[in-house]
């Protein structure tokens, strides 16, 4: 196991967009989840700290 995958997905299967491309579901935008497989576990330990605090429309 790599461990680029150590870390998983923040996703909840709830895949619908706002208009600003941030997912209602998990919060992440789209250029994230689409990045998420090639980001460092650093970048992914980033993202979920920030999605705690996200807010979204």
């Given amino acids: 196991m790599n461990n680029y995958q150590a870390l998983k997905s923040p996703c909840v299967g709830i ?5 600003n491309n941030y ?15 090639n980001y460092s576990d650093d970048v992914r330990k ?12």
């Fill in 23 to 37: 997912c209602v579901g998990c919060k992440r935008h789209s250029d994230e989840i689409s990045g998420w497989i």
């Fill in 15 to 19: 895949c619908k967009y706002n208009k």
């Fill in 46 to 57: 980033a993202i979920m700290q920030d999605l705690k605090d996200r807010k979204i429309d």
